[in-house]
């Protein structure tokens, strides 16, 4: 079964000091992985997918299938980065997704 | 244009009670999809709707909960006889098609039964 674990449920970081939000997954076969954030008052919203390999608003992450992580990262934090972050799984060719628990991730000035 | 939009934004309803929360996709989008998020959880699928296709109902708790799509376009979702383990954000999706693309998510429909 798809499996998306974020052992973080808070992350509070400083204003420009570097961020890693973890995301570890199990999935048999060939996975897509997904980050979605929440900002205050907002929709979940999609902030980046593996298999685009883009930068969103500083934010990478890769996918290490020796490993089975996804980790988003941001080597400067900045204080509009405060939000909900949510990982997700699904197949390639996906229709549903597996989503984490969630981090929850305050910058500080 | 308009995002998805779902109704109502809250909803209170007693125990034993069903209630409809409805979903409206961004127009053209052909896939439609409902989660849930209870308290301390991650969003669970329920439903996924594509096109003219037999609905995968595969994430529906029980089968006091149902959906259905009208036309293609607005969906429904209808809990019967609520319990208060059914209290959650109900978030809908739809994207333009279905495998692979960007599903964009309503802002969710608050449920609470006491």
């Known amino acids: 079964a798809q499996r998306v674990t974020q052992p973080e449920k808070l992350l509070s970081v400083f204003k420009g000091a570097p961020v890693e939000l973890k995301c570890n997954y199990s999935y048999s076969g060939s996975p897509e992985l997904f980050w979605y954030v929440q900002y205050s008052r907002q929709r979940l919203q999609l902030l980046l997918r593996?298999?685009s390999r883009e930068s969103i608003k500083g934010f990478t992450a890769d996918l290490n299938k020796g490993e089975t992580s996804f980790h988003l990262k941001k080597p400067f934090a900045q204080e509009e980065d405060s939000a909900m972050y949510y990982c997700?799984?699904?197949?390639?060719?996906?229709?549903?997704?597996?989503f984490g628990t969630g981090t929850r991730l305050l910058v500080s000035p | 244009g308009a995002g998805v939009s779902q109704s109502p934004s809250n909803k209170v309803t007693e125990k034993g009670k069903d209630v409809e929360l409805r979903c409206d996709p961004i127009s053209g989008h052909t896939a439609l999809y409902w989660y849930r998020q209870s308290l301390g959880q991650g969003l669970e699928f329920l439903i996924y709707f594509q096109g003219n296709s037999a609905p995968d109902k595969s994430g529906l708790p029980s089968d006091r909960f149902s959906a259905e799509r009208t036309g293609g376009s607005v969906s429904t979702l209808t809990i019967q006889r609520t319990q208060q383990e059914d209290s959650a954000v109900y978030l809908c999706?739809?994207?333009?098609?279905?495998?692979?693309?960007?599903?964009?998510f309503g802002p969710g429909t608050r449920l609470t039964v006491l």
């Open positions: 999706a739809s994207s333009l098609g279905g495998a692979g693309d960007t599903q964009y």
């Open positions: 997700a799984i699904g197949r390639l060719g996906f229709q549903k997704l597996v």
């Open positions: 593996h298999i």
